[in-house]
């Protein structure tokens, strides 16, 4: 086994840490001491099932090894016709199979349409049928979440069918974990709510994008709080444009922490720092309050 000394970036270190694994933190730890990944079963004595649930996690977090990924364009998917999906149905068990578990998940019959993405899952990005039926109980589950009665469409899981085939999400495993990763996630995402005081409503789309990504950036939640609370003086209230600059001029000079951010301050180039009054200012509002 090598071993290699190496330094851990503080935002990676959060990141992992975050998802409670002491697998995917093993193999973390294995692959940056300069060993190949592949080996880890034989090392450190990983079964196959532990090795690919580790790794999804790492892929998850964007801390594995860059590998080529497969890339799926969703115009470029096959004209599939009435005749392809009668075959499917005729000749393939395992779609027959998968159409009825679908109809059973989404509640309704699928049309043909419908089983012209279904095949696209299978045939063109080469989902087996099994993760598809994780992957729409997945999308399913999601909808629910954000307020929505209704099932989606196959449509709209088509997208998501998109992201887990290009990012290698193609077993029960990596599914497993990518979930797991969704989830862990989702109560930050409800943690952070709850700090900015944002209640009884959902995001807009841009706003959840922003609110993910201040979550990638890995601060700690006394960072977080800091930066509202600052944009509440600056601002009167919340707001995420500004906040956004905030935290993104924070993580570009470096300050993941409170003690680096108040360090900033003191030294005067942290130009979201609340401004102090001068002396002046002081003696006005001195002068004033004791006139009333």
């Not at 990983?46 to 090894?65: D, M, N, V, Y």
């Not at 969704?182 to 994008?209: C, D, M, S």
């Not at 990504?213 to 600052?230: H, I, N, P, T």
């Amino acid at each position: 086994m090598n071993i290699q000394a190496f330094q851990i970036d503080a935002v990676d270190l959060r990141k992992i840490l975050s998802t409670g694994s002491g697998d995917a933190a093993l193999l973390y730890l294995y692959i940056r001491s300069g060993n190949d990944p592949q080996t880890v079963c034989d090392q450190l004595g990983f079964t196959a099932t532990r090795f690919s649930c580790a790794g999804s996690t790492l892929r998850q977090l964007g801390l594995w090894p860059e590998e080529k990924r497969t890339a799926f364009v969703p115009g470029e998917r096959p004209q599939y016709s009435e005749k392809d999906v009668l075959e499917a149905m005729n000749g393939e068990d395992s779609f027959r199979l998968l159409r009825g578990e679908v109809q059973r998940l989404l509640g309704r019959n699928l049309n043909t349409e419908d089983l012209k993405i279904l095949l696209g899952f299978v045939h063109y990005l080469g989902l087996p049928a099994e993760v598809v039926s994780v992957l729409v109980s997945f999308c399913k589950d999601r909808s629910r979440r954000k307020g929505n009665p209704r099932n989606p469409s196959l449509r709209n899981i088509e997208k998501e069918a998109y992201y887990w085939a290009e990012n290698g999400i193609d077993t029960l495993e990596s599914a497993a974990a990518y979930i797991q990763t969704q989830n862990t996630r989702q109560t930050q995402l409800y943690q952070l709510l709850e700090l900015l005081q944002v209640r009884g409503r959902n995001l807009t789309p841009a706003e959840e994008r922003l609110a993910n990504a201040w979550l990638e950036m890995g601060f700690e939640w006394d960072v977080l709080a800091m930066a509202y609370e600052r944009t509440c003086l600056n601002t009167g209230g919340l707001s995420w444009n500004y906040m956004n600059k905030i935290l993104l001029r924070w993580k570009e000079a470096g300050w993941h922490t409170k003690d680096e951010i108040l360090a900033g301050d003191r030294k005067g180039t942290d130009k979201t720092a609340p401004r102090q009054l001068d002396e002046d200012e002081r003696a006005a509002i001195k002068k004033l309050l004791e006139g009333v």
